[in-house]
């Protein structure tokens, strides 16, 4: 059964950065997708970042490009989100999945596999 734990949320603010970690028990994101979702009160879920575990290809949404970082360790069994230059808009819970490669390129793939999510508050 594939588990996915994250981790690293909390308060932080404005300006700041953070790091999320998804850990993956009974699997391995090489030969898989693994994208970080956000979804805040009232607002639809947003996929935030995708990396493709075989060649570690990544994408990113227009709203974090620039300040978003997705990466995975050597074993390609955790994968982190780091985040810089925090706004207010950034609050939300974060959520990590794993799916096919093709996951991270074609929308209608989608994710089977999500973790519980993490909360993320930005100070103003």
């Known amino acids: 059964e594939v588990q996915l734990v994250e981790s690293g949320g909390g308060l932080v603010e404005t300006g700041g950065s953070l790091t999320l970690s998804c850990a993956a028990s009974?699997?391995?994101?090489?030969?898989?997708?693994v994208a970080w979702f956000r979804q805040a009160p009232g607002k639809e879920r947003e996929e935030v970042a995708c990396?493709?575990?075989?060649?570690?290809?990544?994408y990113y949404a227009d709203s974090v490009k620039g300040r978003a970082t997705i990466s995975s360790d050597d074993a390609r069994d955790t994968a982190f989100l780091r985040m810089n230059d925090l706004k207010s808009e950034d609050t939300a819970v974060y959520y990590c999945?794993?799916?096919?490669?093709?996951?991270?390129?074609?929308?209608?793939?989608?994710?089977?596999?999500w973790g519980q999510g993490t909360q993320v508050t930005v100070s103003s």
């Open positions: 999945a794993a799916g096919p490669e093709s996951a991270c390129t074609y929308e209608s793939v989608g994710f089977s596999s």
């Open positions: 009974g699997f391995s994101f090489l030969g898989h997708a």
């Open positions: 990396l493709v575990g075989r060649d570690e290809s990544t």
